[in-house]
């Protein structure tokens, strides 16, 4: 009787944990782009590297941010400006997809 509540409270605490880790990225992105004149990062292993996150974080996330140097104040729209969404294959529900825009 309890197992689909418990499923769906499985479910739940997946779907924070991805979101929990988008938001890490984004602060991490943020910080790194204030310590190098505004720039964000090309890849992540920049931001790994730098010590602004653990590689940990980035297990289920594709990162689909800038591949050249772009400045945070070039971008016109940065809440239509996609950095980072969840994988395919992250383990939360598949009706849902997890974005994390610049903004």
Do not use: W
Not at 23 to 51: E, H, R, W
Not at 74 to 84: C, E, L, T
């Amino acid at each position: 009787m309890m197992l689909p509540a418990l499923h769906s409270a499985r479910d739940r605490a997946r779907a924070v944990s991805c979101v929990s880790n988008l938001k890490q990225l984004g602060t991490a992105i943020l910080m790194y782009s204030m310590d190098n004149d505004d720039f964000l990062p090309a890849d992540l292993k920049a931001i790994v590297k730098s010590a602004y996150l653990e590689p940990k974080v980035l297990e289920n996330l594709v990162y689909v941010g800038p591949y050249e140097k772009t400045k945070v104040s070039q971008i016109k729209r940065p809440s239509q400006y996609v950095i980072a969404i969840c994988k395919p294959t992250c383990s939360h529900n598949a009706d849902t997809l997890n974005i994390l825009f610049l903004d």
